[in-house]
Structures are given as C-alpha cells and as structure tokens.
C-alpha cells in the first residue's frame, strides 16, 4: 500500500490542494518535525494493516501544539502496538477548516472505461447512496453539472443560512483529477480515492487519499 503521503504529495503536483504535512519515523521525532505546522493539528499513523485508519484509533484530530502531537504519537504507538499494529511512521498534518465531507473518486469502469466520481462522504455516503459519475475526461461545466446533480447540492451552495463552499475550488479539484491532462490519465496504475474533500467557503482540501494499484 502507498502510504497516505505520498499519495497526497502526487495529488499536489496535480494541483489538487492537501495539507500541509510532515512524516515522522517515530514519535520521538514528531515534535521537531511538526515544528513548522500551525495548529490545530491531526496526527495519523500509517504501516501495513492500517487501511481504515479511524476503525484503529490511528486518527487524532485538534492537537493544540507540535509537543501534543509528539505525546499523542507515543500514545497511539502503544494503543496500536496492544492491537497486534506496528507503525510504520507517522504523518502529522494542518487540520482543514470544517466544511461538507464529500467522496471523490476515480476509477475504471468495465464499460465505461476511467471514471470520476463525486459524492456526499463519510456516514451520509452510505445512508443516501447520493453520488455523481462521469466519463473522463470532464470539464469545468461538467463539474458544476456533477455537484449541481447531487441531492446534498444545497449543503454545497448555501442552506438556511449555512454558508456557501467554494463551489470553484471543487470544480477545479473535479477538473485536475478527471479533467484534460488529469490524474484520470494515470489510471492504469490504480484507482484513487480521496476520502474526505473537505469543501468549505474557503476552498476544497483532499484530507486523506488513498490510491489503489491495479
Ligand atoms: P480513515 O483512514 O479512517 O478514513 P482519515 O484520514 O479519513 O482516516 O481521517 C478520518 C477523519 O478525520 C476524516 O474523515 C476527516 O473527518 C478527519 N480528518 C482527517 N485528516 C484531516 C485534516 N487534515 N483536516 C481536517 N480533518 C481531517
Ligand atoms: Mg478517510
């Protein structure tokens, strides 16, 4: 498996925005590592037989300081390390500003060929089954189309008073992944998954990525 920094580091250079992170090898080199992050900060630790890394309470979000982030490692290393877990490192990153989960994926369809796919994320995903897929490649209009065809669109563009997100910002992130030149063009090599983008009205972050080799 691709750890989660790396997958996200490939998602930069295609202009998809992730935070701010940085790798650490063990929690006695978090802190110095995490020294040049601004709070708050998510601490998550990454190795083989981590693939739903909350399930394992690999996953520690609001860290007020690099010195937390640095106690909450040696914690979560004896926790996992009580599961039968050994990690491999950790990634500590900057935590988005809080917006609407939502699920983006590319894949290749058997009919269809690369595909991208967008919809509402984490427990609503699966309750609601509300999602949009296009044939690759797509275009900025057939970005917006795919996030206006969502049944969650109002949490997207406004609702009683809950603000907009940057609707441009996740069109843009839509038309880098499954867009001319895209990230969809790498297919052959996996299928990718950014489990949640996190939209806000002030942008659209990939909070965790996972790609999936063929
Ligand atoms: P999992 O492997 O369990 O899917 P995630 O990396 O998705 O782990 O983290 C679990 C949850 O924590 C995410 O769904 C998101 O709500 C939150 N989260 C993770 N990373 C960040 C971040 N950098 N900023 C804000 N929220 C985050
Ligand atoms: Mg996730």
Redesign the pocket.
Known sequence: MIP?HEVKARLRAAGVAV?R?VTAAGPERVAEAAAGLAPPL?L?AYGPG??????AG??R?GLASAADAAEAAAAMRERLAALGVEAAGFLV??????GV?LIVGLVRDPGFGPVILAGL??VWAEVMRDTAVRVCPIDEAGAREMLASLRAFPLLSGHRGTPAVDLDALAGLLVRLGGPGGLWEELDLGEFEL??V?ASPGGA?A??A?HLPV
């Open positions: 989660e935070p992170g998510v998550k981590l693939v739903h890394k909350s399930d690999a996953v979000l990153e900057e935590q988005a500003a809080p989960e994320g984490g489990n949640p996190i972050v909070v965790d996972r």
